[in-house]
């Protein structure tokens, strides 16, 4: 059997990454890695790696570049998942983040870093609308101009718009996002690993354009070509 891809997805708050990403690593049958549930299994394991992020996660602080990589390769390495592929969701953020994943992983780290490419204008009323559920953590759009929570359709419970997504803090978010992933897109387009996919559009459409890029991205790699792309054959 190939060894199954190894993504990275990128794209600003609000351009639909969570959606694609899940999708996406159930269409390619690899691991859906996310930087903040490898955050969350090991605090709850109480690895040592996750007794120490717990101390960053109470504060509200960022957890260092160095905690991070070494979480998401003691992942890696512990799962097997180096071999089966994977998607990474949430990591890298930054240059130095990415070319440390390298160091780690080898040449081989990944096969392609996908951005879903979304103006911050496009956005900005995206993330204004976002409403979260207090029970089951899934997100939800409201109404334009609705202010007020909802109901959550998938358990019923009450989503909430998030302290955090402020008009404010969301332009200091996007602002964030474009000075640290921009140095990160151009090194990884200067090594041929970038694609870009227009995330403007129905899910479904985006979703196509996701499979279409890496069809014509990865055939060097032991893809499908034609057809329907469903990651390595066997």
Do not use: N
């Not at 196509?208 to 060097?220: H, K, M, V």
Request: charged share 25%; with cysteine.
């Amino acid at each position: 059997m190939m060894a199954g891809p190894r993504l990275i997805v990128l794209g600003r708050q609000g351009a639909g990454k969570g959606t694609q990403c899940a999708r996406l690593a159930a269409h390619l049958d690899v691991p859906h890695i996310a930087t903040g549930d490898l955050f969350r299994h090991a605090i709850a394991a109480r690895t040592p790696l996750g007794e120490q992020a717990r101390r960053y996660v109470e504060e509200g602080a960022l957890v260092p570049d160095e905690l991070v990589l070494d979480l998401v390769a003691d992942h890696l390495g512990a799962s097997g998942a180096r071999r089966a592929g994977y998607l990474l969701d949430g990591f890298p953020r930054t240059l130095a983040q990415g070319q440390a994943l390298f160091e780690v992983l080898g040449e081989r780290a990944v096969d392609a870093a996908v951005e879903i490419d979304v103006a911050p204008a496009a956005v900005l009323p995206r993330l204004a609308a976002r409403r979260v559920c207090q029970d089951c953590g899934s997100v939800t759009a409201a109404p334009d101009g609705w202010a007020h929570h909802l109901a959550c359709p998938a358990c019923g419970g009450m989503a909430r718009r998030r302290d955090d997504d402020t008009d404010e803090a969301i332009a200091r978010r996007l602002a964030l996002y474009d000075e640290e992933a921009t140095p990160l897109l151009e090194w990884l387009d200067g090594h041929d690993l970038l694609v870009t996919v227009d995330g403007i559009g129905s899910p479904d459409d985006v979703f196509a354009r996701l499979c279409a890029a890496l069809e014509a991205r990865l055939p060097a790699s032991g893809y499908q070509q034609t057809g329907t792309f469903r990651g390595p054959r066997t």
